[in-house]
């Protein structure tokens, strides 16, 4: 067979960590990078490697992953014994199900396990007790690890067997080549192009990795361009450096992850034995391992950094037995500096200078004239200057070159596959509002805003809160004007007011307004209920998770730097709660115990709260007892926090004017749901109705909100029935009355069209 494809499993944890496994019967490889794009290439020289070295891939038919939910029985270790738990636990785990030589057989990546059936009946039962007995010995911990969170996709690489054999010059050490890449290969040669305007700094490199023994620390911030630097220097190393004749020399320069050392490392001093052959793998070939993840080396390992990675190879490197290039930012280098001090104190560190605005252009420049040749596209000269501008505008904060050429790339990709040649400014302008969501309205500088627009906007979503939609338009009016702080968030808001009274709608219409008109439109609004963090610690836990990954929350703000925050009850929170907000709503970010950045300068910061509505009376809350309210706040909240606060917004009691409003808001986003649309079906009512809906979904405790409760019992439910009882209907106006205290449905003429 001249090529084979060989199935792969990529898990995208987050936007900048994904996972992969090779899919095989015999060792299912793992891989760890910060893109798809890394881990493919990482899987790519796993097969290649095997083939190389004569092993045969096997060729799985009809390949199919599924999700499947497998009650276990975990085990608890006692004294060197091993107890199984009296209760069961559910576990999903992906499986793998294909036909490797005309066999049923089922790959499990997670546990590395690999096992044959009968026919479908057996399946499942085979399954379980596969599964079961290699978890056997593992604690409930241990057992919820191996779920894969994310979004999950199964892909493939291709091999080319007899290429492969002919082009390994060289065998690759066997642990060496499962967990580290080496920076020569084809793959990497593709996912690392030139590094532009960084000729000074790859000589520099060069020459150190030349003469010193030391470890080097690589120096700079996200995304400035470190790895492909550090690439670019193994490859003038290799030019430059004497060949023998007829002497095949291996590649000297490795590159690896902590996140691939531990896979697969289940027990007690596994990892460690790994790591020690690593060691003896790339001394053999006078090697230097890279790592391009400072807080990956002092975090994962242990649960402490004097137990972790970068404690293991602390004393080699000391030695001199392990040369170790290591990519760090600024804020990295300070946390280890505090969390591990001896372990920066055994390298040399090359700091990459910042780029000017002349070298900027540059490489956008040529970012532009390559993507486009690669797809014989027109190179229009505009389009790097509308990147540019766009990102300095939008997104000061960004790393580069990284992101903006990223985005050059997924621009000419896109274009690409609608079949153009030519590629615009306005193509690009339609790409970024794609990307943050944001409104043409707000990009466009030619393009006008009027406040009242704005607000008016807000009103057709926000009822009776005129003053929370007058503030979030001058917000807006103030983003589009060019004229917020960069250096903090668009906006922070404290909202106070009763249960109910359009609070949360609010934040929700906010996050529509700016960034509902691209991808990710229902991940723009990013909510924390604060009572959760009520205790003293909760920092710590509003930042990290238990396993030292960042919070799911900050994953989404990172995913989608465009979005809204809304942080409910915040009065709620602990104190060491606020000292860490106090450096958000300041400085637009936030820094965790491993020194990794979240940056909150694209993000609109909204806080709810109900001081103060105990003490007052519902109906009237509002203009009137704005006054009061600040006082409470001022009175309940430091002062330092409150003077970060762009606006303090009281929310006034709904009237029986705005419950029929609101009841008649949400009766015409009926005919929006599933049902309605597929049976093409619409919906009138009258006024008797949306009186009876208020006076009946309306509390003053709780504001409107038991009106959507109301309307789902009275509206929806005997509509559901109705569409039940006849499948066969569609085309057709429903209307809605009120009949002796109740709410009938009745079935009117076609609707038009």
């Not at 990519?327 to 969390?339: F, G, M, S, V």
């Not at 762009?646 to 808001?665: E, G, P």
């Not at 006076?695 to 038991?706: L, S, T, V």
Request: aromatic residues 8%; hydrophobic residues 40%.
């Amino acid at each position: 067979m001249s090529v084979i494809r060989v199935p792969i499993m990529i898990v995208r944890h987050d936007r900048n960590r994904y996972s992969g496994y090779l899919l095989q019967t015999r060792n299912t490889a793992p891989a760890y990078a910060e893109n798809k794009k890394k881990v493919k290439h990482q899987l790519q020289e796993t097969a290649r490697y095997r083939v190389a070295n004569d092993e045969t891939l096997d060729t799985l038919e009809e390949p199919a992953l599924v999700l499947e939910s497998l009650l276990l029985q975990p085990a608890y270790p006692h004294e060197g014994m091993t107890f199984p738990s009296a209760e069961t636990i559910r576990l999903q785990i992906y499986v793998l199900r294909a036909v490797v030589y005309d066999t049923p057989t089922a790959l499990v990546p997670a546990l590395n396990l690999c096992f044959y059936y009968n026919n479908d009946s057996d399946y499942r039962a085979t399954l379980t007790r596969e599964v079961q007995a290699k978890v056997r010995d593992m604690d409930p911990g241990a057992m919820s690890r191996l779920f894969v969170p994310g979004e999950v996709e199964l892909d493939k690489i291709l091999v080319h067997p007899a290429k492969e054999k002919e082009q390994q010059d060289f065998t690759e050490p066997a642990t060496l080549a499962l967990v580290a890449s080496h920076l020569e290969s084809r793959d990497v040669k593709r996912a690392f192009g030139n590094a532009w305007c960084r000729d000074e700094t790859i000589q520099q490199l060069s020459l150190r990795l030349g003469r010193s023994e030391r470890g080097l620390l690589l120096l700079g911030p996200s995304g400035c361009g470190k790895t492909t630097v550090l690439v670019q220097a193994a490859r003038r190393i290799k030019r430059e450096e004497p060949k023998p004749r007829d002497t095949t020399q291996a590649p000297r320069f490795w590159m690896t992850r902590p996140g691939r050392i531990l896979a697969g490392m289940n027990y007690l001093g596994e990892w460690q034995e790994r790591a020690e052959q690593l060691i003896e793998d790339i001394q053999a070939l006078d090697g230097v391992l890279c790592f391009d993840d400072l807080t990956d080396l002092i975090q994962l390992g242990a649960s402490h950094p004097s137990e972790s990675i970068a404690a293991f190879l602390l004393p080699f490197i000391k030695q001199g037995l392990l040369r170790v290039v290591v990519e760090a930012t600024p804020d990295q280098l300070q946390t280890c500096r505090r969390l591990l001090p001896e372990f920066t104190d055994a390298f040399d560190i090359l700091v990459l200078p910042d780029l000017s605005a002349a070298n900027r252009a540059e490489i956008l420049t040529k970012a532009v004239q390559i993507e486009a040749g690669r797809r014989n596209q027109e190179a229009v000269p505009v389009v790097d200057q509308v990147v540019g501008d766009l990102f300095a505008r939008f997104k000061p904060y960004h790393p580069f070159p990284a992101e903006p050429v990223q985005f050059i790339a997924e621009l000419y990709e896109a274009k690409a596959r609608q079949g153009k040649t030519t590629v615009t400014g306005n193509d690009a302008v339609a790409h970024f509002i794609h990307k943050t969501g944001l409104p043409p309205l707000l990009i466009d500088a030619e393009q006008t805003l009027a406040w009242e627009t704005v607000r008016d906007r807000l009103h057709q979503k926000v009822v009776a809160q005129d003053a929370a939609c007058e503030r979030v338009a001058d917000v807006i009016t103030t983003f589009k004007a060019g004229l917020n702080d960069p250096e903090r968030p668009l906006g922070v808001f404290l909202f106070s007011g009763p249960t109910g009274v359009g609070k949360t709608e609010c934040a929700k219409a906010t996050a529509d307004y700016l960034f509902g008109h691209g991808e990710d439109k229902n991940k723009r609004l990013v909510r924390l209920d604060m009572s959760e963090y009520a205790y003293p610690g909760s920092s710590q836990r509003l930042l990290v998770k238990d396993d030292g990954l960042p919070a799911d929350w900050l994953g989404q703000v990172r995913n989608t730097p465009f979005c809204v925050v809304l942080l409910d009850e915040i009065e709620k929170a602990a104190a060491d709660v606020f000292d860490l907000l106090l450096g958000l709503l300041d400085e637009g970010r936030l820094r965790d115990h491993y020194g990794r950045i979240s940056h909150f300068n694209s993000t609109v910061i909204i806080m709810t709260s109900n001081l103060g509505t105990e003490r007052t009376a519902p109906v009237g809350y509002g203009e009137g007892n704005a006054a009061s309210f600040l006082k409470t706040a001022m009175t309940f909240f430091r002062p330092e926090f409150v003077n970060r606060l762009d606006h303090i917004v009281a929310f006034r009691a709904l009237d029986s004017t705005a419950i029929q409003k609101i009841a008649a808001m949400n009766l015409a986003k009926i005919p929006e749901r599933e049902g309605f649309r597929e049976r093409k079906l619409s919906l009138t009512w009258n006024d008797a109705v949306v009186a009876f809906l208020a006076a009946r979904g309306y509390e003053p405790r709780y504001g409107a909100r038991p009106l959507k409760r109301v309307i789902e019992q009275q509206v929806i439910t005997p509509i559901a029935r109705l569409l039940v009882e006849q499948p066969e209907l569609a085309d057709r106006r429903l209307r809605l009355d009120l009949v002796d205290n109740n709410i009938q449905v009745s079935v009117g003429e076609a609707t038009a069209g």
